[in-house]
């Protein structure tokens, strides 16, 4: 995740990368270390979060690899480079799961075997829309209700899920200004759901909430240097001729439609 609006997502959901693991994986967090060296492969991406998960025999040891995606994209070349370049760093098994958070159906991502002459490759792909909201949103813990706003919300109306989501919230946290982080978490992750006027609508109807409208300034400013970042990439790439449409989706970090269309906009003003 390259640009700015990303990095402030990343922070958001790397806070709440435990709680992912243990409702949805099983896996216990508890004893982690941080790699400090970065995994980086071409034109500076990086992986999105890598850690070194701890057992009382050192010989159990794994490392942990998490990737959050909103495109519908296939992973497995590009994890099969993280997975040959950790190992060769750290000499341990890497796990990897690949966090889908778009709004669309994925296909392409949930190819998650890689199966060559002499190699196979496996890694957990988990779509959060595909969850039931239940599964976070009657909790107990303020981390995991957030994560219902990511989730299937059945047959309730956004409204309805939000407001119940701020309500627990407040009955864990109590009027407290420790509420406000748990409103910016809803605030920033409903982005990703294009549900954040209702969430703006519900947390200033709140007692208590954080200055929403600095932020959602702030934030709608990022997303548009983003999105010309982005624009400005993928024109470049084009114009230097080497690179396939599907890479320069990668690298730019959009769609390969988008990549066709500006294809098609730049040849009808040459």
């Excluded at 813990?141 to 119940?164: K, M, S, T």
């Amino acid at each position: 995740m390259p640009n700015d609006y990303d990095k402030i997502l990343r922070e958001n959901l790397d806070a709440l990368l435990p709680f992912i693991a243990r409702k949805l994986l099983g896996l216990d967090l508890s004893r982690t270390e941080t790699l400090k060296d970065k995994i980086q492969v071409t034109l500076e991406r990086e992986g999105d979060y890598f850690k070194k998960v701890l057992h009382e025999n050192p010989s159990h040891d794994y490392g942990l690899h998490w990737e959050f995606q909103t495109n519908d994209e296939d992973m497995r070349g590009r994890n099969l480079l993280y997975y040959g370049l950790f190992f060769q760093k750290y000499k341990i098994p890497l796990r990897q799961i690949v966090v889908f958070l778009g709004n669309d159906t994925p296909r392409l991502i949930k190819q998650n075997i890689l199966e060559l002459k002499g190699l196979r490759l496996e890694f957990e792909v988990i779509h959060l829309r595909e969850m039931p909201k239940e599964i976070f949103l009657n909790s107990n813990v303020p981390e995991e209700v957030v994560l219902a706003i990511l989730c299937d919300f059945g047959a309730d109306q956004p409204e309805h899920v939000i407001r119940i989501i701020l309500q627990n919230l407040m009955k864990i946290m109590g009027r407290v200004p420790r509420l406000q982080k748990y409103q910016r978490q809803l605030h920033v992750l409903s982005r990703l759901r294009k549900l954040h006027p209702i969430s703006l609508k519900e947390i200033k109807a709140m007692p208590i909430h954080y200055d929403i409208e600095t932020d959602e300034l702030y934030l709608a400013g990022l997303e548009k240097g983003v999105e010309q970042h982005q624009h400005e990439t993928v024109v470049r790439l084009l114009k230097d001729g080497r690179f396939a449409d599907d890479e320069i989706a990668e690298f730019a970090g959009v769609t390969v439609e988008y990549v066709r269309q500006v294809r098609v906009e730049m040849n009808l003003f040459q």
